[in-house]
């Protein structure tokens, strides 16, 4: 049957701004691109991004959940806190910013109207029970 995660899909409006954000603010290099129709973008580690250019002004990647939107999208970091000054500065829409006691989480809209959600793990507790 499944045997991994080959890329991931989520709709832009315009290319070029989501390219240059994307591969700037998060760390993304270009792999290959189709005009404004289409792009791949990779990171280290994990499956492709890509981009589908639409004009389809309601359409973003995310859901709702008892009217609170959810990212389809999570990433890891070790570097949450600076992820988050470097986003605030260029005033990204931060929805959430907190320590969940498993992980730091942020979440945030790109210029698209995507949520995305990033989590850097806490190290494992060394209390004794």
Known sequence: MLTSLEHV????????????WYTGQL??????????????LT???GPLLMLWQTNDDST???????GTDFPVL???TTRIHELHDS??????????????GFA????????EGNLWGVLQFNPPSDKLG
């Open 104 to 111: 730091w989480v942020l979440k945030f809209y790109d210029p």
């Open 87 to 100: 986003l605030t500065k260029i005033n990204t829409r931060i929805q959430l910013y907190q320590d969940d």
């Open 74 to 76: 999570l990433y890891r």
């Open 43 to 45: 990171l280290p580690e």
């Open 60 to 66: 973003h990647a995310h859901y709702t959940v008892n």
């Open 9 to 20: 899909q989520i709709p832009v409006r315009q290319m070029d701004r989501a390219i240059s």
């Open 27 to 40: 760390g993304f290099q270009l792999s290959s691109r189709d005009g404004d129709r289409i792009a791949f």
